[in-house]
């Protein structure tokens, strides 16, 4: 099986600031990572994926991610975040070979500041 | 990419009427469906899968005769939540996934909020 962390619940950070959300997963074979964006009442919308190759993806809206098997991490960073950033953001894991259903983590919400 | 709908976007009912939820893939076809149901503050939870053609499949715990799912064409699938109670007042989502070479991704729509008075 498996599964999804994101151990910060909440991220506040400044206008402008880097800002880098964690996402940690648990799987003993192959996997295709995710990062979603939620805006309030809204669905989720794909920020970048991670499915082979390059470990540094680039995804929407300057934001990027580094696939670091070794330490079953998926971090996602902006080097300057707006105001507009303010969201709930997802990591998913769909298990390679398996039923292709992602597994989300709880969410991240991040919160910019003026 | 590709895009998913879902009608209605809000939806405000009376305690044991029911309630229907459409999902539509506008420019592909998707030959399975998810249907997810998200708390406030919490993450998206898996009811069902939802194949064209063919029952749906239903988590764990999730009641299939309260939400009854049918998956008629490879571009719609309906979300029934029978005789709503105040407790189904939730965040509804559906997701199409393009089995294809990037991992099999899923889109998800706009999500649908019911609330049960």
């Known amino acids: 099986a498996q599964s999804v962390t994101q151990l910060d619940s909440q991220v506040p950070v400044f206008e402008e600031a880097p800002v880098e959300l964690r996402c940690n997963y648990s799987?003993?074979?192959?996997?295709?990572l995710f990062w979603y964006v939620q805006y309030p009442n809204q669905g989720l919308q794909l920020l970048l994926k991670y499915l082979s190759g390059s470990t540094l993806v680039k995804g929407i809206n300057g934001f990027e991610a580094e696939f670091n098997k070794s330490q079953t991490s998926f971090h996602l960073r902006k080097p300057s975040v707006h105001i507009s950033d303010t969201a709930e953001y997802f990591c998913a894991v769909i298990r390679g070979g398996g039923s292709y259903i992602p597994t989300f983590g709880r969410g991240t919400s991040l919160i910019v500041h003026p | 990419g590709a895009v998913v709908s879902q009608h209605p976007s809000w939806v405000i009912c009376k305690s044991g009427t029911s309630v229907k939820i459409e999902c539509r893939s506008l420019d592909f076809q998707a030959t399975t469906m998810f249907w997810y149901r998200q708390f406030p503050k919490q993450s998206l939870m898996l009811m069902a899968t939802?194949?064209?053609?063919?029952?749906?499949?239903?988590e764990q715990g999730v009641e299939k005769d309260k939400f009854l799912i049918n998956h008629a064409s490879l571009t719609l699938s309906t979300l029934t939540v029978t005789s709503a109670h105040p407790e189904d007042s939730s965040f509804y989502i559906c997701?199409?996934?393009?089995?294809?070479?990037?991992?099999?991704?899923?889109?998800f729509g706009p999500g649908t909020r019911l609330t049960v008075l």
């Open positions: 939802s194949n064209e053609g063919s029952k749906a499949t239903y």
């Open positions: 799987s003993s074979v192959s996997v295709y």
């Open positions: 997701s199409a996934r393009v089995s294809s070479g990037s991992g099999n991704e899923q889109f």
